[in-house]
C-alpha cells in the first residue's frame, strides 16, 4: 500500500523559509514532487523530480524553492525561500510508481501560510 507523508508545514512571515518533507512507502517511485492549492483555487504544479534527479519547476517556483529527493530513504524535500503572501497554501505530495505509472499517489497535505 502506497502511503506518502508530509511534514513541515507552518506558519512564516514574509521573506522567511521552511522545508517540507515528504517520505513515501510501499512500493518503487518514479516521479516525485509537490503540488499546491491556495485558497479558492486550482491545485497547481509547484515542482517535481524524477528519480534520476532531474527538476521541474512551475513558474511560481523558480528561483526561490528548491526541490531534492533522497532515494535510499524515498524522500522528496521542498525548500521554500523568499516566501511571499501569494505562496498560501496547501502543499501536496505526488508521486508515481514503477508499477502503476500512469496512477499518481498524493499526500494528506500539509498548510503553509505566509503572513505578518
Known amino acids: 500500500q502506497v502511503q506518502l507523508v508530509e511534514s513541515g508545514g507552518g506558519s512564516v512571515q514574509p521573506g522567511g523559509s521552511l522545508r517540507l518533507s515528504c517520505a513515501a512507502s510501499?512500493?518503487?517511485?518514479?516521479?516525485m514532487g509537490w503540488y499546491r492549492q491556495p485558497p479558492g483555487k486550482e491545485r497547481e504544479l509547484v515542482a517535481t523530480?524524477?528519480?534520476?534527479?532531474?527538476?521541474n519547476y512551475g513558474d511560481s517556483a523558480k528561483g526561490r524553492f528548491t526541490i531534492s529527493r533522497d532515494n535510499a530513504k524515498n524522500t522528496v524535500y521542498l525548500q521554500l525561500n523568499s516566501l511571499k503572501p501569494e505562496d498560501t497554501a496547501v502543499y501536496y505530495c505526488?508521486?508515481?510508481?514503477?508499477?502503476?505509472?500512469?496512477?499518481?499517489?498524493w499526500g494528506q497535505g500539509t498548510q503553509v501560510t505566509v503572513s505578518s
Open positions: 505526488y508521486a508515481r510508481t514503477i508499477w502503476r505509472p500512469t496512477e499518481a499517489y
Open positions: 523530480i524524477s528519480s534520476g534527479g532531474s527538476p
Open positions: 510501499g512500493s518503487t517511485f518514479t516521479n
